[in-house]
């Protein structure tokens, strides 16, 4: 990525604390996009139970955590789910990209978990995490190719900032902040979330 255009969305991510990319600023071929979403059918698929009310003043919605649900069958499988995923969100280039947006020397990958909101689906505004001092962003993946409504919304104090995802592309966002995303009106948003500490 052209300096200049890595300083501006760094800017950018500092100040409105959330940054949408897309390709070819994501560093994913289209095989790896494709294994993506190959991968969330699967842990849909493994997954156990029904959809879970996940978070406070959300509707249900299916929250499933990639190491149980995917392949879960044998440890043989689970060994392949390490490497297949790890192959793709921890490639150097993805790490590179991480490092420079977060401007840490090192970041670590917390469990990636999928998530799918069916149409009348939300989740309602919250916070993953208390502490405001640890740095923590959240990837969001998403690998809906049909969906209407579903907006991203973040706020910032009282200022609120939404943006809606499309198909491929690549959220980065500052988890110390409150956020929600506003419900699903048609099709269905599937996500790949995980977070970075940093
Ligand atoms: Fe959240």
Known sequence: MDGKILKKLRQELEKNKYILLERPKIPLTDDEFDKLEEI?????????????LAKDNSSCFYEIDLQTSYFSVSKQSRVEYEEEITEIIESDEMINLYKKFTGADEVIINSPQVNILNTQC??????????????????????????????????????????????RSMLIFDLRFEHEVKKVIDGERRTLVYSLDC
């Open 122 to 167: 939300w989740i309602g505004r919250h916070r993953d995490i208390d502490c405001e001092n640890e740095e923590v962003f959240n990837i969001v993946i998403q690998l809906g190719k049909i969906y209407d409504g579903g907006e991203f919304v973040i706020y910032l104090e009282e200022k609120l900032q939404e943006v809606w995802l499309p198909y």
């Open 40 to 52: 969330l059918i699967c842990a849909e698929r493994n997954r156990s139970g029904g959809p879970k």
